[in-house]
């Protein structure tokens, strides 16, 4: 039967909703920022695919609801139907009461020949038949409308009861997210604060060293007498490293810079501005959504510049630490990218949940630009 087909075929889609969802990963202490890095992003894949499994029950459950409501819109016509023949039929019963009935004696008599007998007596059985069979059909469709009715709300409620365990599930992998990405930030701070640690005790022997030095070179000019002429020749000594080494740091900060210009670049952080606030969409470019490569894409198209949809090919560009990114450089880590604003903060398509919302940079790993 049609009905019981299309519910079947609607029972079967809820049974390969129903994906087996996996438990989420046991959090262990990492020593690394990058072993925690690599939770992170196996966390993150997780989350999205419970985001992909979150939507696709939720539409099942709209589509079940709309089935749900036409079935009740068919029901209540069948009911009207059936109202409207029992009332028909009751008056015509009622008159024939009334009126004595059509007897068999008032059809031999009345009719004016045999064909019309036969016709009358034909169509006096035809009226019964076709009474009986209409009242007999409208109620076999409400009965299997009601079975319909049925079968869809348990099917409504064993979506809806697949979608709040789906919630659930999704709840519990943002809080283990949230989580590991604050052991992450944790790690990194507590790495970059050792790396700092080390640069100044190696700085402080490399002055001491240096001090060293300078004591004994003067102690042997002391010795041979010629104090004034050594002062003099240390003095110009001291004079020549300092503007080597002043020339030195220039040079290092030019080239640790970028070819993009200040323009392109302000034109990308302002691009990224203005995306604050707008959807996840998987694939998405915009202009309203955007996933965390389409929104990169965006920023520097605004900018003139093209770059691909493809975090994998953005990290071409990033051949620099992420501790040395420039305000409007691409940020990136294993499977996501975001634009480097400045202050430590990124632009980035997060996920579904928050959309393109302000991130952080020790998210990342590289950064870089376009040459």
Request: proline share 2%; glycine share 8%; with cysteine.
């Amino acid at each position: 039967m049609r009905i019981r087909t299309h519910l079947a075929r609607a029972t079967v889609a809820v049974a390969l909703g129903a994906t087996v969802l996996t438990g989420l990963p046991t959090l262990a202490v990492a020593d690394t920022s990058e072993q925690l890095q690599a939770k992170l992003d196996e966390a993150n894949a997780h989350l999205n695919d419970l985001y992909s499994q979150a939507e696709q029950v939720s539409e099942q459950v709209n589509q079940t609801q709309v089935d749900l409501d036409n079935t009740n819109a068919e029901i209540e016509q069948k009911q009207s139907e059936l109202s409207e023949a029992q009332e028909t039929l009751g008056k015509r019963v009622s008159s024939n009461y009334k009126t004595g009935g059509v007897s068999l004696a008032s059809i031999l008599f009345d009719s004016t020949s045999f064909e019309d007998l036969v016709n009358r007596v034909t169509y006096a059985s035809k009226v019964s038949d076709s009474d009986a069979q209409i009242i007999q059909q409208v109620k076999d469709i409400q009965n299997e409308l009601n079975e319909k009715q049925s079968q869809q709300q348990q099917l409504l409620a064993d979506q809806q009861t697949q979608q709040a365990e789906l919630n659930d599930k999704v709840n519990e992998a943002q809080s283990y997210v949230s989580s590991l990405d604050q052991q992450v930030q944790d790690a990194l701070a507590k790495e970059q604060a050792e790396r700092e640690a080390q640069q100044e005790a190696e700085r402080k022997a490399a002055e001491e060293k240096a001090a060293q030095e300078n004591n004994y070179v003067s102690e042997g000019n002391a010795n041979a007498g010629n104090t004034n002429s050594n002062a003099n020749t240390n003095t110009n000594t001291n004079n020549g490293g300092g503007s080597s080494n002043s020339g030195n740091s220039g040079s290092n900060g030019s080239s640790g810079g970028s070819s993009l210009g200040s323009g392109a670049r302000n034109t990308i952080i302002s691009t990224a501005y203005s995306k604050i606030g707008c959807g996840y969409v998987y694939g998405a470019s915009g202009p309203s959504n955007y996933d965390c490569s389409g929104l990169v894409q965006a920023c520097y198209a605004a900018a003139g510049i093209y770059v691909p949809h493809s975090s994998v090919s953005l990290a071409g560009y990033c051949n620099k630490p992420a501790s040395q990114a420039e305000p409007g450089d691409i940020v990136w880590t294993p499977g996501h990218v975001g634009i480097y604003i400045g202050g430590g903060t990124t632009i980035e398509a997060m996920n579904p949940s928050v959309g393109v919302t302000y991130g952080s940079l020790s998210s990342f790993q590289r950064a870089g630009s376009p040459a």
